[in-house]
C-alpha cells in the first residue's frame, strides 16, 4: 500500500551507487574447510539450509568484506551439482553498517514472531531480516537477512518458512560468536503471510489498532483502514481511508530502517514536506525510532479549516501520537 514518492527513487539511486562501490572495494577472502559448518565463520544455519534444499548435499561459498567502514559477511548456499539453480543468501552484519534492505525496510512486511524484531517478505523475493541487541558490534545490534532466488510461485509453505528459520537460527548462532546479550526469540514454528486487510475502523486489528477512536474517525471522514498484522517487524504501515481522499498513512521505522530514512529525510528535506515525524530512544538495536505521518493534500468536501479539515494539525499530530504508542509500545520502546 507504501505510494509512489519522489524519495523512493532517489533511495534507490543511493543504494545503487553504494552497491557500485562494494563491487568495487570488496574484500574477498577465502574460507577454510569444506564442512557446512565452517561457512560464514561457523554462523551458517547447515540444517535450516539442507531443510530447504529436501536434504540433498549442499555446497557453500561466502566472504566477507567493508560496507560503511564495517566488517560484513556474505555467504551464498546451493545444491551440489546444481550451481545456477536456485540458491540462499545471507548477509550478516553490524547494526552500524545499515542500509535500506529488502524486508527491513518494507512497509508490507509480516513481523517474524515468535519474539524476534524482525520482518519477512514473500515477494518479490521471500526474505526475512532479524536484529539482535549486540553491545560488541558498532551499532550495538548484529543485523541477519536471509532470501532465496528462488521465485516465490515455486516455493512449498514449508520453504517459505525455512527462509525465515534461516534468519533467525543463523542469528542465533552468529549472537554467540559475537558474545551478544540481547534476549533471542524461538525457533519459527510458523510464518505469517498475511497481506494487506482492509477493515471497518472500528474492528482494526493490527498495525492500525489503538490508532484512531470512533469520534475522532468520525471528524476525519476515516470510515476503513489496510493494515498489516501487528507485531515487532522493522517497518510497518497504516493506512486509514477517507473515501475519495487520499488516505492518511502512518509508518514506523526501527534499527537499520529508521536510519536510512531518516537520512534520506535530512538529505532530501523536499520529499518530507506537510509530513508529521516523531522519534523515540529504543534500547539495543532498534535505536531511534522514527514514525511519520503524511496526511491527504486536500480538505475533506465543504471544509476548509478546524476539526474536518484533512490539514488539522492537532488531529494529525493525535493520529500520529496514538500510533507512536501502539506501535513503540509492541516494539517495547519506551515513550515520552
Not at 489498532?209 to 497504516?238: I, W
Not at 486509514?240 to 529525510?265: N, V
Request: proline share 7%.
Amino acid at each position: 500500500m507504501a505510494k509512489w514518492h519522489p524519495k523512493v527513487t532517489i533511495g534507490a539511486m543511493v543504494l545503487v551507487l553504494a552497491a557500485s562501490a562494494l563491487a568495487w572495494c570488496v574484500w574477498l577472502r577465502a574460507e577454510g574447510g569444506d564442512d557446512l559448518a565452517d561457512r560464514c565463520r561457523g554462523t551458517l544455519a547447515v540444517e535450516e539450509a539442507r531443510a530447504f534444499f529436501g536434504g540433498g548435499e549442499l555446497k557453500a561459498r561466502g566472504h566477507t568484506g567493508d560496507w560503511v567502514g564495517h566488517e560484513s559477511q556474505w555467504c551464498s548456499v546451493w545444491a551440489k551439482g546444481d550451481p545456477a539453480g536456485a540458491a540462499l543468501r545471507l548477509e550478516i552484519r553490524p547494526r552500524a553498517a545499515y542500509r535500506a534492505n529488502g524486508a527491513g525496510d518494507n512497509p508490507s512486511a509480516t513481523p517474524i514472531g515468535h519474539g524476534w524484531n524482525g520482518s519477512f517478505i514473500d515477494r518479490p523475493q521471500p526474505q526475512a531480516a532479524v536484529l539482535v541487541d549486540c553491545a560488541p558490534l558498532a551499532g550495538d545490534g548484529l543485523y541477519v537477512t536471509a532470501e532465496t532466488t528462488k521465485p516465490p510461485e515455486k516455493l512449498s509453505p514449508g520453504q517459505f518458512l525455512q527462509v525465515t528459520r534461516l534468519a533467525t537460527e543463523t542469528a542465533r548462532n552468529a549472537a554467540a560468536r559475537f558474545s551478544c546479550q540481547g534476549k533471542l526469540g524461538e525457533r519459527p514454528a510458523s510464518i505469517d503471510r498475511t497481506g494487506w486487510t482492509q477493515r471497518p475502523v472500528a474492528k482494526a486489528a493490527g498495525t492500525c489498532a489503538g490508532v484512531v477512536d470512533l469520534p475522532e474517525a468520525a471528524r476525519l471522514t476515516v470510515t476503513t483502514v489496510t493494515e498489516k498484522p501487528a507485531g515487532r517487524a522493522l517497518t510497518e504501515q497504516c493506512s486509514l481511508l477517507r473515501g475519495e481522499l487520499k488516505p492518511l498513512q502512518l509508518t514506523a521505522y526501527y534499527g537499520p530502517s529508521a536510519e536510512q530514512e531518516m537520512y534520506l529525510d535530512g538529505r532530501y528535506p523536499g520529499t518530507a514536506t506537510n509530513s508529521y515525524k516523531r522519534s523515540e530512544a529504543c534500547k539495543g538495536a532498534l535505536g531511534t525510532a522514527y514514525f511519520k505521518l503524511v496526511p491527504a493534500n486536500a480538505p475533506a468536501p465543504h471544509a476548509t479549516s478546524g476539526a474536518h479539515s484533512a490539514e488539522d494539525p492537532a488531529a494529525m499530530n493525535r493520529l500520529l501520537d496514538a500510533f507512536v504508542v501502539a506501535s513503540s509500545g509492541r516494539h517495547g520502546c519506551p515513550t515520552t
